[in-house]
């Protein structure tokens, strides 16, 4: 029964995103939705895409393991991210109309720096989506009891989300994220409501994370070595995850600026508060069954809560959790596998064929889609590493590359095309070097490749030009400087 409910649920998605299809015309249509969606599609999926597998699964395994302290990144760098791009880059990036955010490198610098950055912000999508096509593989696995494996599952999982993504766009995903937003809201109060029975109440959970030092979220002493890491993890998400193409999208579908505004700060604070959820659940397993699940937490924690609801709750609560579970990775699956491709499409293709009208773009972005797919399906198969840490680590390039770049040119009229190639430069270089070459468990290699972008902008921005630069945007209107 609970079998069926799950590919009933996965057939009446797939069915619904290709009705919605059917409004696709163009590839505004596909990428933005035709900038037409209201308050409540809008700050749906900006929940729905960011709350995904690492959500669920990630966050709730982590924190188990190391606390609030070990999950800065996500929720809370998460959360601050989308809330900061609704506040600050929403107003400016809104009113200047284009199609994605490797657009605005080139409008406000030059093409070199839209075919870099749209480069590292493809990259950067890797490691998110093939998280979520991980968790699909792991649910088929679960929910066969090993009659489909783990890798076949993830196969599977990814036909299906490539369906409706691959003709909807970003249209289907937009009206299927409104509907699986509702099924993750009443799935997790619900099955927190069972879970919180069964454990004794809510406040018995928190005294007892309370009690093992679970709630302890700043580092204990004040060291450079606690603190650089910690603050590090939480800009690598706040700042690096702000670069993001599926971010832009949901800003530039919404009908209006402060639609773009609203939504993305109230997708944000609901993703921070939904996100306690999926802790407090695993927390509640270490307390219902301290034997089983204190052992899993040390062979895979990835698979506590989705036993504990397989083994401690009724069928019917099966069914909603893991409806709840799959809404939330074919939501942020869809997004993040229509976002690099979009930019693929527009910032790199179309710069090497220019000629290319609406039709073939279009064309282009759905056979991004397909291959794309493909890609993120190979690497999750080969990946050995966690979804927290695929997640964690797909925005280490952005924070490296494309942040500077694009928080300067909205908020600093001098920044240049020289500045900004020299910043992607130093950045990337660095943050490879550190990375490769001088690891450091204390000193982020992506956080000293972003300090040090920021002060090559300024300085290369202020020196005598000798890298051609556009005049500065203001208001969506370019002015000379």
């Known amino acids: 029964m609970l079998l069926a409910s799950v590919v009933a649920y996965l057939i009446v998605s797939v069915l619904i995103g290709l009705y919605v299809a059917r409004n696709v015309h163009s590839a505004a249509d596909y990428a933005v939705a035709g900038r037409h969606l209201s308050l409540p599609i809008v700050t749906a999926t900006v929940f729905a895409t960011w709350f995904g597998s690492e959500t669920v699964l990630g966050i709730s395994s982590t924190f188990v393991e190391e606390g609030l302290s070990g999950i800065v990144a996500d929720p809370f760098g998460a959360s601050m991210c989308l809330i900061l791009a609704g506040l600050f880059i929403a107003p400016k990036i809104y009113r200047l109309n284009l199609l994605t955010l490797g657009d605005y490198y080139r409008v406000r610098y030059n093409r070199a720096v839209e075919i870099f950055c749209s480069a590292c912000i493809v990259v950067s999508y890797l490691g998110w989506v093939a998280a979520q096509i991980s968790a699909l593989g792991l649910i088929f696995n679960v929910l066969t009891n090993g009659a489909i494996s783990q890798e076949w599952g993830m196969v599977i999982g990814a036909a299906v989300v490539l369906i409706y993504t691959l003709f909807g766009g970003m249209l289907s995903v937009a009206v299927l994220d409104f509907i699986q937003m509702i099924v993750i809201a009443a799935g997790m109060v619900y099955i927190m409501w069972i879970v919180a029975d069964l454990a004794g109440g809510v406040g018995t959970v928190i005294d007892h994370a309370e009690a093992a030092g679970k709630l302890q979220f700043f580092p204990e002493e004040f060291s450079y070595v606690l603190w650089v890491p910690f603050v590090g993890a939480f800009l690598t998400m706040a700042f690096g995850s702000i670069p993001q193409q599926d971010i832009f999208q949901r800003i530039s579908s919404a009908k209006d600026e402060k639609t773009a505004v609203r939504g993305a700060v109230l997708g944000g604070s609901m993703y921070f508060f939904f996100a306690f959820v999926p802790v407090f659940l695993a927390y509640g397993a270490i307390m219902i069954d301290p034997a089983t699940f204190g052992a899993m937490v040390t062979e895979d924690s990835q698979m506590v809560l989705p036993n504990l609801v397989l083994n401690h709750t009724p069928v019917f609560a099966q069914i909603v959790?893991?409806?709840?579970?799959?809404?939330?990775?074919?939501s942020t699956s869809s997004a993040t596998l229509l976002a690099p491709a979009?930019?693929?499409?527009?910032?790199?293709?179309?710069?090497?064929?220019?000629?290319?009208?609406?039709?073939?773009?279009?064309?282009?972005?759905?056979?991004?889609?397909?291959?794309?797919?493909?890609?993120?399906?190979a690497f999750a198969v080969n990946s050995e590493s966690s979804i927290f840490e695929m997640v964690?680590?797909?925005?280490?390039?952005?924070?490296?590359?494309?942040?500077?770049?694009?928080?300067?040119?909205?908020?600093?009229?001098?920044?240049?095309s020289q500045g900004a190639v020299?910043?992607?430069?130093?950045?990337?270089?660095?943050w490879l070097i550190a990375k490769n070459f001088?690891?450091?468990?204390?000193?982020?290699?992506?956080?000293?490749?972003m300090v040090l972008g920021?002060?090559?902008?300024?300085?290369?921005?202020l020196l005598p030009q000798w890298i051609p630069h556009r005049p500065a945007l203001r208001d969506g209107v370019v002015h000379p400087h």
């Open 454 to 461: 920021l002060f090559t902008m300024i300085i290369t921005s």
């Open 342 to 377: 979009v930019s693929f499409s527009e910032n790199i293709v179309k710069n090497i064929y220019p000629k290319m009208d609406d039709k073939a773009l279009l064309l282009t972005m759905r056979i991004s889609v397909f291959v794309f797919t493909i890609v993120v399906v």
């Open 321 to 330: 959790f893991f409806g709840a579970l799959i809404s939330a990775i074919m």
């Open 422 to 430: 020299c910043s992607i430069i130093v950045g990337v270089s660095s």
């Open 438 to 449: 001088f690891p450091s468990e204390i000193w982020p290699p992506q956080l000293l490749g």
């Open 392 to 416: 964690e680590s797909a925005y280490e390039i952005t924070l490296a590359a494309a942040f500077v770049p694009l928080v300067f040119g909205l908020y600093w009229k001098k920044a240049t």
